[in-house]
């Protein structure tokens, strides 16, 4: 089985469409959405529709829920484009959910909503805990664990299991690509092999920077402008 994880699309339509036809080659069994539909990039409306077009199953990032929520004023843009009903789906993402792949139990879930600290990518303390989760007083534990959220693709290995990165297919920094991972493995609790592939598709940076320099009203606008040419957090 191969299942194809991705994230923070973040409005940016060209993006996403490179990453449509990488998927297209690709012929994932299955599609995750890990979370950030909206927000930042000039065409919010069309990645949120795309995600609920193209992907079968769905999580919530910070954004999607901060602008579902209406909870920071400056984000009128972004309302003004999605709409009451988008909004509405948005809010209604669930913060995480689990598969298990080659026998192996993995958390799904975007970042921030489940951990502020998820960001952080270079404390092994920090990011096992990822796979360790309080559910009425008990601690479950699983043996990986992937998630979006920090725009840059990684997998790791702890001492307790798998860490793995989606980046984003947006807005992502270091390289800046449509990024996606993919992992193929054996349905269900049966030990198998299991593989990881980090998808990363060029796409014309270019092209989505100028949609961006014609919308004034972009909150933010330069910084988004400067992420997607150069791969460098701006704001
Ligand atoms: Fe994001």
Partial sequence: MRILFLGDLHGNMVATEAMEQAILDAAPDEIWFLGDAVGKGPQNAETCDWVRANCHHFIGGNWDYGIGTRSFPADGYFWNQLGEERMAWLRSLPEEDEIIL????????????????????????????????????????????????????????????????????????????AHALILEGREGNVRAPLSATILSVPYD?????????????????DAYVREILTGIYSR
Avoid: W
């Fill in 205 to 221: 940076n270019q092209k989505a920077a100028d949609l961006a320099l014609k919308e004034d009203d972009l909150p933010h606008r």
């Fill in 102 to 177: 080659s026998g192996i139990r993995f958390r799904l879930f975007h970042g921030r909503p489940v951990s502020p600290l998820l960001k952080v990518q270079d404390d092994a303390d920090l990011l096992s805990k990822a796979l360790m989760k309080d559910s009425n007083g008990t601690q479950e534990r699983f043996g990986g664990a992937v998630f979006a959220d920090s725009h840059r693709p990684f997998f790791r290995t702890l001492d307790c299991g798998y860490i793995m990165n989606t980046g984003s297919v947006g807005n992502s920094m270091g390289v800046p690509n």
